[in-house]
């Protein structure tokens, strides 16, 4: 059976995994261990060395010397592990003190083996899953000699124009720090010194994803108490789960770069987390406070970075330069310098370093096991959205059909990979249109690019695309965006499909048969229009190394649908920023009367009296909203119940609601539970995320299930910036997606 095939699968990867993981031994009494190993070897340093260890400069050529010379911490982008091996070897033995060195890496979203975009692995709203494709990607990386990766990104983002939306985990505070924190967990494992595990990072600390229009690098403005209920939780989460690095963001906060941001890094990371781990700075982002106008000169940037708590700089060379300066007028303070390089060393010595930085001849470059491709599959199955199906469209049932595979995604072995793979390895990238072939046989499946890549704007290739789709019984068009259209520097102020994609679609939609869209891309994107045409709609977002066996079976029926939108899809990108969890305004739209621009009787007077928040020509509704995924089958909710009506402080609500499989075949929904403060302190979200669950359903099988929800988990910061959790009255949702209707309420007495 699919379902427990599924579940076969991921708990043999994760034995697999399980077994390759030695018992943790984070101790206390190692840990005190450590600490004494760090006080010594600080005590030993000379200035210059504590200077290169908050060095971290790119490629592992050109740095015998300064290796030698204890000049060097770390090392970003070398994944030989002969020349890391190499290095590490001058490091241990030829510098003075013999301290290894930390190698860096973006492993984002996989090493060899690529998993979904991390938006596409939010959308599996599975943690589990994210944990398995998080410690095969260090595994991999770790082979290489690699031991420390930039990532998760766990800005929250709520805008599709910006490019590194495909990185995040979406806009949703508690969804990222669940899958945040799953993936932290995933690169560390129970321990940070076995071969297979790498130091996480928390990146971009803070507040990256607000960037101005969606535009990267841009400034951003964030009030204190959105900065503390959603941009923050998701970091909070990932020092609970242990991360033991953190990187500051390119961004400004209100005219503070977070780079020389004291407040992030001295009082909210270090003060109230207790975090003990290390901050880099992004690539050159201390040197960056100059264009932004927040240091004159290197000097005073570096003071700046230093001073608020940035450890470790990446790629330019303003600490080398400058802090003995520093140092001697005064201007930094030598136990800053030394709290900055114990905070690294200790990572070092958690990670094993010292003992063994090297990657043994037999375990170097160890890639793309058939358990790894297997779990990469998992992930791309169940990050799949069904955003349509009607008709019963897909499955595509019959092996007789001949299927048209149309569109410049079909067979993209790169494409499909996504953003930020610098080690990807697209030669084992199974394409959709391999893996149709591989089911169906080559005589029925008619392959047509149709353009040449996403952006071409031309029809020349239409012809021949509409012969085979007329030959066909189903049209898929698989369409999108490159890789290289999202991700870092890649933000869009017009989201829609781009080059001829629409009038394509339109093309294939007059032949009259079946019409099923995939779209591949790094972001939601304005497909109304497009969705409009098509009789089913897949988000497969940039589904990586095993995309295309995961959509062919999704497309065949040989897997269900079972992916949730981790972001709001918009119609429009004026609608822009669109979340879920948005206040309701003095004057909230009401679904059944909102004006559109077309019925406005010409010269209509201007009046204040019953107007509502919406765009006359968009409305306020989003094209598909968060939580949203279709299945092959269908679920309903009901007897939804708590175990009280009215709650103190220290209790638990128990939800607990039925959910039944109502259609003819097996599948898995993700069941969510939403909230509303009905009145607060300050105005409250009108629903917020407060759990999901993944929960499989034979057809016709009815299952009791049940979320707790801490009374802890309502809280927010007051007018007073206090986190609190006030007395009243709270409606709560469970249901397949945002828009959620069977409800409760429940008061909380103080
Ligand atoms: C990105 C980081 C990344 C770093 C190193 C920067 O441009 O913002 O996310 O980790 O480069 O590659």
Redesign the pocket.
């Known amino acids: 059976m699919m379902k427990n095939k599924v579940y076969n699968i991921i708990a043999l990867v994760y034995l697999i995994l399980l077994s390759a993981c030695e018992v943790s031994t984070t101790t206390g009494v190692m840990n005190d261990d450590i600490d004494r190993k760090v006080e010594e070897l600080v005590s030993q340093m000379t200035l210059d060395e504590k200077i290169g260890q908050m060095c971290q400069v790119n490629g592992g050529h050109g740095h015998d010397e300064s290796i030698k010379n204890g000049a060097i911490g770390s090392i970003?982008?070398d994944v030989d592990p002969i020349n890391v091996n190499r290095l590490q070897k001058i490091a241990l033995e030829e510098s003075r003190l013999g301290i290894p060195l930390i190698i860096?890496?973006?492993v984002?979203h996989g090493f060899k083996t690529v998993f979904p975009i991390p938006l596409g692995q939010a959308a599996t709203w599975n943690p589990e899953l994210v944990r398995i494709g998080a410690h095969i990607a260090a595994a991999e990386a770790r082979s290489t000699g690699v031991n420390w990766t930039?990532?998760p990104?766990i800005d929250i983002s709520r805008d599709a124009r910006w490019g590194?939306i495909a990185?995040s985990l979406g806009e949703d505070p508690y969804l990222a720090s669940q899958l945040g924190a799953a993936m932290v967990k995933g690169f560390q494992g129970d321990d940070l010194s076995s071969d297979k595990s790498i130091a996480a990072?928390a990146?971009?600390f803070a507040g990256?994803g607000a960037a101005e229009g969606g535009r990267d690098y841009n400034t951003t403005l964030i009030p204190p108490r959105e900065l503390r209920d959603i941009y923050l939780p998701p970091f909070k989460a990932a020092v609970d789960a242990g991360v033991r690095t953190f990187?500051a963001?390119?961004n400004d906060i209100d005219g503070v770069p977070a780079t020389g941001n004291k407040f992030l890094f001295r009082q909210v990371l270090r003060q109230e987390w207790q975090f003990n781990g290390f901050v880099v700075s992004?690539?050159?982002?201390p040197w960056e406070m100059i264009n932004h106008g927040f240091a004159a000169n290197e000097k005073e940037a570096a003071k700046r970075a230093i001073n608020a708590g940035v450890n470790m700089e990446?790629?330019t060379t303003t600490y080398r330069d400058n802090i003995t300066e520093l140092l001697e007028e005064g201007l930094v303070k030598e136990e800053t310098i030394n709290q900055a390089v114990r905070e690294i060393i200790r990572v070092k010595f958690e990670l094993g370093l010292f003992d063994n930085p090297y990657v043994d001849a037999a375990n170097q470059n160890q890639f793309a096991k058939q358990e790894y491709l297997d779990a990469a599959k998992q992930s791309a199955l169940q990050s799949m959205v069904l955003l349509k199906n009607e008709n019963n469209t897909l499955p595509i049932l019959s092996s007789n059909k001949k299927v048209a595979l149309i569109g410049p995604m079909a067979n993209e072995m790169y494409e499909q990979m996504g953003t930020?793979v610098?080690d990807g390895d697209s030669t084992l990238t199974i394409t959709p249109l391999k893996a149709m072939k591989d089911a169906l046989g080559d005589d029925k499946v008619l392959f047509a690019k149709g353009m040449e890549i996403t952006r071409t704007q031309h029809t020349k290739g239409f012809k021949q695309a509409l012969k085979l789709a007329k030959k066909a019984d189903v049209i898929v068009f698989c369409g999108g965006e490159e890789a290289i259209l999202s991700g870092?520097?890649h933000s869009r102020a017009n989201i829609d499909l781009p080059g001829v994609q629409n009038q394509l679609i339109k093309e294939l939609k007059k032949t009259g048969k079946p019409l099923v869209l995939v779209v591949m891309a790094g972001r939601p994107l304005t497909i109304g229009e497009e969705s409009a045409m098509a009789d089913a709609v897949i988000y497969a977002w940039h589904p990586g190394t095993m995309g295309g066996e995961a959509l062919a079976d999704i497309l065949l029926g040989k897997a269900n649908p079972s992916g949730k939108l981790p972001v709001t899809f918009p119609k429009e990108v004026g609608q822009i920023p669109m979340h879920y969890n948005h206040k309701n305004s003095g004057r909230p739209a009401n679904p059944n009367s909102w004006t559109q621009m077309y019925d406005i009787p010409v010269k209509a007077p201007q009046t204040s009296l019953g107007n509502e928040s919406h765009y006359i020509d968009a409305g306020f509704t989003p094209l598909y909203p968060f939580g949203y995924g279709l299945s092959y089958t269908s679920f309903e909710y009901s007897d939804l119940k708590l175990n009280k009506s009215v709650y103190q402080d220290s209790e638990t609500v128990i939800v607990s609601f039925t959910l039944k499989n109502t259609g003819e075949i097996e599948g898995e929904e993700v069941a969510q539970l939403y909230v509303r403060d009905l009145v607060g302190n300050v105005s409250r979200p009108v629903r917020e995320l407060k759990g999901f669950k993944r929960v499989a359903l034979e057809a016709g099988e009815v299952q009791n299930i049940s979320f707790e929800l801490p009374i802890a988990e309502l809280a927010f910061h007051n007018e007073d910036m206090q986190k609190v959790v006030e007395a009243g009255e709270f409606q709560l949702w469970v249901g397949g997606d945002s828009n959620a209707t069977l409800s409760q309420m429940f008061t909380l007495e103080k």
Do not use: P, Q, T, V
Not at 282 to 285: C, H, L, N
């Open positions: 970003l982008n860096g890496r973006d984002i930039f990532a990104m590194r990185e990072c990146k971009h990256y990187m963001g390119f992004d690539w050159a982002s990446m790629a930020w610098f870092e520097a």
